[in-house]
């Protein structure tokens, strides 16, 4: 089975500076692996997607992840943090067909 | 283009009853998932259906079940509710024109069991 660990729960960070979220997955495949934001009372919004190829992938919102295999690692960064990403952040994996394997999710703060 | 709609947003229940909730998918969409989220367990997966089939299960008890329509609309459906299946519950929905792996989840029904 496919799972997908989020190292810190809360992460807090000053307006303007580096968001670093991090995500390690397990698979003895090559993983599709995926970030998803959500925002109080709302659902969950792709931020981006890896699939085989490409180790840095751009999303929306001038977050990017990149993936690295040796270290399996696959974190999520901003070089700004601003006051509208505070949100809760998921890593996740597909598992098999369209099931997605989540992350505990990590809530990042943005101090002003 | 509107996107995925679950009804209701709020429900309270007490334990003992049973629930239903809806889902209207993406137009176009024919895949529809559905996920449980609490803070204990974070997002599971309950089920996922594909033209009125159930393609792939959890590892949820026998009283979450569900269902599509014709129309690629999905409800789920708990039975004899427990105080542990207060949870917002989400449903995402995907396509082969957007890629299957890419789901579009709706706000989520938050379900409260007294």
């Known amino acids: 089975a496919q799972s997908v660990t989020q190292l810190g729960s809360h992460v807090s960070v000053s307006e303007g500076a580096l968001v670093l979220l991090r995500c390690n997955y397990s698979?003895?495949?090559?993983?599709?692996l995926f970030w998803y934001v959500q925002y109080p009372n709302q659902g969950l919004q792709l931020l981006l997607k890896?699939?085989?190829?490409?180790?840095l992938v751009k999303g929306i919102n001038g977050f990017e992840a990149e993936f690295k295999k040796s270290e399996t690692s696959f974190h999520l960064t901003k070089p700004s943090a601003h006051m509208s990403d505070a949100a809760e952040y998921f890593c996740?994996?597909?598992?098999?067909?369209?099931?997605?394997?989540f992350g505990a999710g990590t809530i990042l703060r943005v101090k002003s | 283009k509107a996107g995925v709609t679950q009804t209701p947003r709020y429900l309270i229940k007490t334990r003992g009853q049973q629930v239903t909730l809806s889902c209207s998918p993406i137009?176009?969409?024919?895949?529809v998932s559905w996920y449980q989220q609490t803070p204990g367990q974070g997002l599971q997966f309950l089920f996922e259906?594909?033209?009125?089939?159930?393609?792939n299960k959890g590892n949820f008890p026998g009283r979450f079940s569900g269902r599509q329509f014709s129309n690629s609309r999905s409800e789920m459906n708990v039975s004899t509710l427990e105080l542990g299946d207060s949870a917002l519950y989400l449903c995402?929905?995907?396509?082969?024109?957007?890629?299957?792996?890419?789901?579009?989840f709706g706000a989520g029904t938050r379900l409260s069991v007294l």
């Open positions: 890896y699939t085989t190829g490409a180790t």
């Open positions: 259906y594909f033209s009125e089939t159930q393609r």
């Open positions: 996740a994996v597909v598992e098999y067909g369209n099931k997605l394997v």
């Open positions: 698979s003895s495949v090559p993983p599709y």
């Open positions: 137009s176009g969409h024919r895949s």
């Open positions: 995402a929905s995907s396509s082969q024109r957007t890629g299957w792996d890419i789901q579009y």
